[in-house]
């Protein structure tokens, strides 16, 4: 598509979201605005606006995760005001009480979500947050914060603005923040331990530990706030606490997580039973354990960082938030970041297929998905967050794509997706091996699918616009392992 065809096609789909934002405020549905706003101040979008869907549930809220992607899309198009009033707020969120069951949560807890409740007789807006009290299965965020950190960047980095990033309320949050995720305890890996379902995989489906998706989150987190946090007597002390981690993370995440043709090799070959600090087989994964759809799945040329690596448990399935942040955040190497790329277009039918982007694979099924999901119904197998694949996710496949100079694979994932997304409605995720099919519970008008198409269009249109997500390789963490030889096959 030329320039000129883009910025049609851009315009056209712009004006449409803004229809539907002006259509819901002259409508006055406060369940059903995809526009939100708190006392007459812009302060986010809702998840989804569907016509269609006789049920509300959450999403009529704003979302932080959710909101990213159109935030990243207000940005890109020179509008920061909504992005600045979201911190805030969220920001205001985070000093609430937060009390479940009698017991108090971390003072550093940012909301999953919040809802504008609107009063028309006392013309009176109030929020209404959920810390995980209201959520499925009752897990709290560990991501929020992290986005919130990487936002607040973001935001900086666009706008030039150093006053916001500055102010007290700003710098209190992060080191709350950080209070959580860098305390000491009975760990023994530099990783953030986390429950199931405290991510964008938001139900049970056997990520519980250390899994990829929250420590390349708090690798980029970490990384945004050492830019962030002022030079002051609290912020040094946290710089210093920041370095040493990222240092410690980024050695562990690389020798540990990291999986190509080489390294499965040497899993395959692995001793047990290891015992002192000389142990090759530094979990006590057993070779068994190795799932027979890896040997097929895994190309001579290419690598990634696996779901997930705990005692005696390695999550061998690959997704796709986790891999794509690692390469922005350079969590992953120069040589890993092109490997992640080198896996995707060898594996391109099993990853992308016919809608980016799989959110994992590959879907657990039978007796595994009954014990790992408790047989949830939503979860069933290539469907929702167990194989499903998430328009959203488009954005980061191109920020990936663009840092790696891998333009053609941007290109290709994005003219799949916009071959459909717009006359099936924006759904909110696609369902089948390949993502044929529109999920079976899918919202339509999901925000979130609408801003990941404009954000990755508009970064592929200006590659410069990467600059506020991504962040360079720091030359004081180069790493000590190198590409393995398997790469160049």
Not at 296 to 304: A, I, K, N, S, V
Not at 368 to 390: A, F, L, M, Q, V
Request: aromatic fraction near 12%; proline fraction near 4%; charge should be negative.
């Amino acid at each position: 598509m030329g320039k000129s065809l883009f910025w049609i096609a851009l315009l056209r789909l712009l004006v449409t979201w803004w229809r539907t934002i002006q259509l819901s405020l002259k409508l006055g549905k406060g369940s059903g605005n995809l526009w939100c706003t708190f006392r007459g101040q812009p302060v986010g979008t809702v998840a989804a606006y569907d016509h269609d869907s006789e049920e509300i549930l959450n999403y009529d809220q704003v979302f932080v995760r959710d909101f990213v992607p159109s935030a990243l899309a207000f940005l890109m198009n020179g509008e920061p005001e909504i992005v600045k009033n979201f911190l805030l707020k969220t920001l205001h969120l985070q000093g609430w009480e937060k009390r479940i069951d009698h017991f108090e949560m971390g003072k550093g807890v940012m909301p999953a979500s919040f809802k504008v409740v609107h009063n028309p007789i006392r013309k009176l807006d109030t929020l209404r947050a959920d810390f995980g009290e209201s959520a499925i299965g009752r897990v709290a965020p560990v991501d929020s914060g992290f986005w919130w950190i990487i936002l607040l960047h973001a935001y900086t980095k666009s706008t030039g603005d150093l006053t916001l990033s500055e102010t007290h309320e700003c710098q209190q949050g992060m080191i709350l923040i950080l209070t959580l995720c860098l305390s000491e305890g009975f760990d023994t890996f530099p990783t953030l331990l986390c429950a199931d379902g405290c991510s964008m995989i938001d139900r049970r489906m056997g990520i519980y530990g250390y899994p990829i998706e929250i420590q390349s989150l708090f690798f980029m987190a970490l990384r945004c706030a050492l830019t962030l946090l002022k030079q002051d007597a609290e912020g040094r002390e946290f710089v210093e606490r920041i370095v040493k981690r990222l240092h410690a993370l980024s050695y562990h995440m690389r020798n540990n997580f990291w999986l190509d043709f080489q390294q499965l090799n040497n899993i395959y070959r692995y001793k047990t039973e290891e015992y002192s600090h000389t142990a090759v087989n530094k979990f006590n994964v057993i070779p068994d354990s190795i799932p027979e759809w890896l040997f097929d799945f895994m190309p001579t040329r290419g690598g990634y960082f696996v779901g997930n690596v705990s005692p005696a448990r390695m999550d061998f399935r690959w997704f796709a938030l986790g891999n794509c942040v690692a390469i922005l955040s350079s969590l992953a190497t120069p040589e890993q970041s092109l490997a992640i790329m080198d896996l995707i277009e060898s594996r391109w039918e099993e990853l992308v297929g016919e809608m980016p982007l799989k959110i994992c694979y590959p879907a657990i099924e039978s007796i595994e998905w009954r014990i790992e999901t408790g047989c949830d119904p939503k979860n069933t197998s290539w469907s929702y967050h167990n194989g499903g694949s998430w328009p959203v996710l488009l954005w980061l496949l191109t920020a990936a794509s663009i840092k790696t100079g891998q333009l053609h694979i941007a290109r290709q994932a994005i003219d799949l997706a916009e071959s459909r997304l717009p006359k099936d409605n924006w759904p909110e995720y696609y369902d089948g091996k390949f993502g044929r099919y529109i999920g079976k519970q899918a919202r339509k008008m999901q925000t979130w699918s609408i801003a990941g198409y404009l954000v990755a269009k508009m970064m592929l249109e200006d590659p410069s616009l990467l600059g506020m997500i991504s962040m360079e390789e720091d030359d004081q963490m180069k790493p000590l392992s190198k590409r393995s030889s398997s790469w160049t096959c």
